[in-house]
Antibody, heavy 121, light 110 residues
């Protein structure tokens, strides 16, 4: 059974960097048959895909246009996890952040528990 | 404004069937053949219920079914149960941003 366990701070100051980690059990971040995603949900409820990393002979990353200049998603093969870094955050980045396994075309079949992140001074 | 439009709310009585629509308003989703549906219970992460328009992941009740006609995808729940009360989101592959979500539909079981 695949499980994703998220960790990271729940409060970030404006202009600083939001950092979250998603630890994988039951699968491998280096799997050729999975992509590892970050998705957030705003306080109003809307879901927004942010980015992903996946391995197919080499590592690939894709990011949403809305955050492309500020986001990095990195795999950590030594710990079998992947991370999200979002720079220069503003209160608009306040949301519940989820990590998830899946492909853009076929849905996200495993989700982390979610981390509520508030951007406030 | 989302590229996928859902009704804000739907309701039904136990035992009835309901359908939630998801209309694509952008050509970015192409032929709209990669539609997924998620159920989100209060305080929980979304759960994949349907993928590739009409396929159910293992373990999802066959009371949940998906279909598509033109640029409108639909999720149908038959034999409505109180535990089906949740928010439902559609999602689609999109060529420019990879994944787009609908705004969500709140299902109330009366």
């Amino acid at each position: 059974q695949v499980q994703l366990q998220q960790s990271g701070p729940g409060l970030v100051k404006p202009s600083q960097t939001l950092s979250l980690t998603c630890a994988i059990s039951g699968d491998s971040v280096s799997s050729n048959s999975a992509a590892w995603n970050w998705i957030r949900q705003s306080p109003s409820g809307g879901l927004e895909w942010l980015g992903r990393t996946y391995y197919q002979s080499k590592w690939y990353n894709n990011y949403a246009v809305s955050v492309k200049s500020r986001i990095t998603v990195n795999p950590d093969t030594s710990k079998n996890q992947f991370s999200l870094q979002l720079n220069s955050v503003t209160p608009d980045d306040t949301a519940v952040y989820y990590c998830a396994r899946g492909w853009a075309k076929h849905g996200m079949d495993v989700w982390g528990q979610g981390t509520t992140v508030t951007v406030s001074s | 404004q989302s590229a996928l439009t859902q009704p804000a709310s739907v309701s039904g009585s136990p035992g009835q069937s309901i359908t939630i629509s998801c209309t694509a308003t952008s050509s970015d989703v192409g032929d709209y053949n990669y539609v997924s549906w998620y159920q989100q219970l209060p305080g929980k992460a979304p759960k994949l219920m349907i993928y590739d328009v009409s396929n159910r992941p293992s373990g999802v009740s066959n009371r949940f079914s998906g279909s598509k006609s033109g640029n409108t995808a639909s999720l149908t729940i038959s034999g409505l149960q109180t535990e089906d009360e949740a928010d439902y989101y559609c999602s689609s592959y999109a060529s420019s941003t990879l994944v787009v979500f609908g705004g969500g539909t709140k299902l109330t079981v009366l």
